[in-house]
């Protein structure tokens, strides 16, 4: 079998240790699945995990948490079957889907919607996995909540997006400049350009003074304090990345708000877990309320061009880059 394989974490991005090995089709234990992959997302994570970022990354090691494929040994009711999953331990811990096969949980997949293709099913799992945990840890979005998303356009973001707007909220999106929504979504996205505007009085302004009930803010530190100064009475800010880890944090207008702080880390849910969530986004998906992410010709990669891709990832990729083993 082919596979990424990554023996120690690399300095910088123009110099990773990626090799392409063939190895030996593995064997499946009790209660797991063999996967012939089709198509694996490259996510950030993936990345910063073979550059070090991760400090509880086992290496020898092949990365990737995301994954579409067929299973070929395992249960009798899964052999056959397109599947799909994602899963915080895959790539980190274990080796993941970044190669020609993949051991997994059979709990830790999931039949793949028909109506979505093998690429679009490899590359949904982190962000949609991400943006439903994060939504679901601020109490869930009801209708005619506000709901803020910094990063609007990133992956994450835009899943953020699609999940709050079927649930009948009213979405703002922030970006660093005056940019469209470039996503999907299932009612009208006000977009900010953070260049220009103040992100807290425009959404004060256009809420009557309430704010945002919910910021989903996928960025971090550099809108740490717009992103309070937006948050309605007992809003709650969740969190994913950062660029800083330090930030002014005023404690009075915290408690005097009721606000909540939520942090989401989906390297703690494992494939099991993002099985389940997986399970939850199927009938929007099968009906599409929910749609996945253009796939572009030029963001699939070969195992070969892996290097690419990881690169392409790291620098900001605006597509959803794939391997496809």
Known sequence: MSAIHVTEASKTIDD???HVIEDEKPIPGND???IEVAYAGVNPSDVKAVLGAMPHAVWPRTPGRDFSGVVTAGPAHLVGREVWGSGGELGIRVNGSHGRYLVAPAAGV????????MAQGG???VPFVTAFEGLRRAGGVRKDDVVLVFGANGKVGQAAIQLASIAGARVFGVERTAVAYSGHASAEVTMID????RIADVVRERTDGIGANIVFNTVGSPYFEQANLAM???GVQVFISTIDRAVPFDIFSFYRGQHTYVGIDTLALDSIEGALILEQLTPAFESGAL???PIEPEAVFALADARLAYQAVLRGSANRVLLKP
């Open 32 to 34: 797991q699945v063999l």
């Open 123 to 125: 590359s949904i799992g």
């Open 232 to 234: 309605a009475r007992r």
């Open 110 to 117: 999931r039949i793949k919607p028909s109506n979505l293709s």
């Open 291 to 293: 749609q996945p992410f």
């Open 194 to 197: 953070a260049a220009s505007e």
């Open 16 to 18: 990773l240790r990626l």
